[in-house]
């Protein structure tokens, strides 16, 4: 995956940067200037976002994503309006849930990793070179699958937010997912990273910010009372030791996510701009009170 950090991107050629430092690839685009890709790379109103680059059968492949530049509104503007948040939660289980209450089940994504891994494993033990040449295989269907999949979750991430007013959608920090969901493979920390990445590119062209938390105690606090305590959460239930409250453990998660945000911006600001964490009865502003969603709206 590469980003304008890792990549300088031109209208004909692209500048990568690789473990042997940099080299340059002149893109190879269809003739007629209103097919694409060549119909954005040409345009001067489209600009790079990000890319991710690809080796298939003998060739590369940049798959690049490009959005329309739009006329910067001033930082002054966007500093000073409203903040509603959502919080996602990432797991094994369950792929994320947001502080909405919608969960995107990772059922499907642990079957095909079964089924992709139970494919290798058989083919390893045959040994032979037409083996070998089918593991590359299955490990491209694998990556394409599970891509499409994480688009699609991406694109729904971003229209719970915009469906719940959002301008901040907010994950757990990802820098040490490893050591916080030791029960993660490494596809689902790949998924993780992933995902968060598709999401962060994808809403800028909605105008939505997409940020990261510290994650720390953010399954075991309670998104009500904030009690902390490593018996409030048991498997994928959460009840807390001290108010009692109730619920599915990647859900309040997914709020606390969306607390630690709030929480942070609202030193921050020292008495600025009001934030609220959308929910899926209203929303909850700083001091863990709930107000309607026409208020929160407002």
């Known amino acids: ?71 910067d509104e001033g930082s002054s503007e ?4 409203h903040r509603t948040v959502l919080g996602v939660d990432l797991g094994v289980n369950n792929l994320a849930v947001a502080s909405t209450g919608r969960f995107w089940s990772a059922d499907k994504f642990n079957h095909w990793r079964r089924e992709y891994e139970n494919r ?11 083996a070998h040449e089918n593991i ?31 301008s901040h959608i907010v994950f757990e920090d990802l820098t040490h997912i490893r050591e916080n969901i030791p029960e993660a493979a490494w596809q689902h920390v790949w998924a993780f990273r992933r995902l968060y990445e598709y999401v962060e590119y994808k809403s800028e062209e909605h105008g939505i910010e ?7 105690n953010t399954s075991k606090r309670c998104s009500t009372c904030g009690f902390t ?22 859900y309040n998660a997914g709020k606390n ?23 899926n009865r209203g929303a909850l502003n700083v001091s863990g009170k709930y107000v309607s969603l026409a208020s929160a709206e407002a």
């Open 210 to 216: 997409v940020v990261q938390v510290d994650p720390r």
């Open 120 to 130: 290798r494993g058989s083919l390893q033990q045959c040994g032979s070179r037409y």
């Open 136 to 166: 590359e295989s299955v490990g491209q269907k694998e990556d394409g699958r599970f891509e499409i999949h994480l688009h699609t979750v991406a694109n729904e991430i971003i229209e719970e937010a915009i469906k719940s007013g959002c």
């Open 1 to 71: 995956m590469y980003d304008k950090r890792s990549a300088t991107f031109h209208r004909d050629h692209v500048s990568l940067s690789t473990v042997d430092g940099r080299v340059e690839c002149d893109y190879i685009l269809p003739d007629s200037s209103e097919t694409p890709p060549t119909k954005y790379v040409s345009d001067g109103d489209f600009e790079f976002r990000m890319a991710h680059l690809q080796y298939r059968d003998g060739d590369w492949y940049l798959h690049a994503s490009m959005r329309k530049v739009e006329a």
């Open 257 to 279: 996510i969306g607390l630690q945000y709030l929480r942070r911006r609202q030193n921050a600001d020292a008495g600025g701009a009001p934030v609220d964490v959308r929910l």
């Open 229 to 250: 305590h490593d018996d409030n959460r048991d498997g994928e239930s959460f009840e807390c030791q001290k108010c009692g409250y109730e619920n599915h453990a990647d």
């Open 78 to 81: 966007s500093e000073s309006k």
